[in-house]
């Protein structure tokens, strides 16, 4: 009696759990705003509640899969590291070394460095790099009057060709310079001309060693022939290249060259040092300064060249003979030398800059003018406002 009393309450209470329906959870109650009810992770029981999410084996759809990690070899491959591995190969380490030998001006301890990378041994691939820093090195010590490493600069630059390693205007620039440091000039202007020849733009630098050394040793015409060559590059001389020209001119007794670049310098330099002064004065106190010169002169032609010239100078070359008065002395605040007693004037362009103004102006005016027929505009209607008149 007592089974089957219990049993028919059993069956009614399921049948009253089956019909009623059950009354859905309030929104502040949803699962979404229970993350305290989600269940851990790796902690999925028979005893969950239905809160719990079920245990899966997958990923979750629309969820990439994280990346596995890089191989060992590839883990380091980053710029940093690439360029740690550089700076720590046998090629990084000798360039550091051949870096702190150029910092501190020691040709001995890179001669050995770069004998060491020959050696079977310890060989080391050489780079453009490293020769450039024991050239520049050899060239340094050559121009302070060491034949040996003079020779050893050549050699080593010998072997860089016999490699196959291509030079760059740092290295030929270094093989002038040990040249010239030979008084060899010729070679030193050779190294130019070749580098020219290979498409390479020398730079002023360039230059400067086979100038210098035909200047020292006296070859005005050398001189005139690296100048020149300069000239069709595009390169334009500093003061120190003008005094050299100035000084071995005045030394032969060249007039008319000293009046030239006396007159260049005066356009590119317009202000001298101590040392090139010098120079000049040297000059006009020689006795080839007193010889030079005309004793008459057309005064239209040297009226003719002031106003083309800007006001500056005629260019008619050195006008009498005699000794020159050469004294030093200062102007007043009114432009007035108190040694002669000439007043300055002010000068205007010269014809070259006057057209190259004119070119600059027509480009702008194109710019900034959108209108066809503006090309049409004459720039020359404005030159005559900026020369002077007679």
Not at 114 to 122: H, K, M, Q
């Amino acid at each position: 009696m007592r089974l089957a009393a219990a049993a028919a309450a059993l069956r009614s209470t399921a049948a009253l759990l089956i019909r009623s329906r059950p009354h859905p959870l309030p929104s502040s109650l949803r699962r979404s705003s229970l993350p305290l009810a989600r269940r851990r992770r790796h902690s999925y029981s028979s005893t969950s509640t239905a809160l719990d999410d079920p245990p899966t084996t997958t990923a979750p759809p629309n969820v990439p899969p994280s990346p596995a990690p890089p191989p060992p070899a590839e883990q380091g491959s980053g710029s940093k590291a690439v360029r740690r591995r550089t700076r720590d190969s046998p090629e990084g380490l000798l360039m550091h070394k051949l870096d702190m030998c150029s910092r501190d001006a020691d040709l001995p301890t890179a001669l050995a460095l770069y004998d060491a990378a020959l050696d079977p041994a310890t060989a080391i691939p050489l780079s453009l790099h490293h020769y450039n820093r024991l050239l520049y090195l050899c060239s340094n010590a050559a121009v302070a009057e060491s034949a040996d490493a003079a020779r050893r600069g050549f050699e080593i630059f010998t072997r860089m060709e016999a490699q196959g390693v291509e030079p760059n205007e740092a290295t030929l620039t270094s093989v002038a310079r040990l040249a010239a440091a030979r008084r060899d000039p010729a070679t030193a202007f050779s190294v130019v001309r070749r580098m020219a020849a290979a498409g390479t733009p020398p730079r002023l630098r360039t230059y400067g060693p086979a100038l210098f050394a035909y200047c020292e040793a006296g070859d005005a015409d050398g001189a005139g022939e690296v100048e020149a060559h300069m000239d069709a590059a595009g390169v334009v001389p500093e003061e120190t290249e003008l005094a050299a020209l100035l000084r071995v001119n005045a030394d032969k007794g060249r007039a008319g060259e000293v009046y030239r670049v006396l007159h260049r310098t005066r356009s590119l330099v317009r202000q001298v040092c101590e040392t090139t002064a010098e120079v000049v004065e040297a000059w006009f106190r020689s006795d080839a300064a007193a010889a030079a010169g005309v004793e008459k002169w057309d005064t239209g032609k040297v009226r003719e060249g002031v106003v083309k010239g800007g006001g500056g100078w005629h260019g008619q070359g050195w006008l009498g003979k005699g000794q020159w008065d050469v004294r030093r002395s200062e102007m007043d605040k009114n432009g007035k030398c108190r040694g002669c007693g000439e007043k300055l004037v002010c000068i205007d362009i010269d014809p070259s800059e006057t057209e190259t103004f004119a070119k600059l102006l027509t480009e702008l005016a194109c710019k900034r003018e959108v209108r066809e027929d503006f090309l049409r505009f004459q720039v020359h209607c404005l030159v005559p406002s900026l020369t002077p008149t007679s």
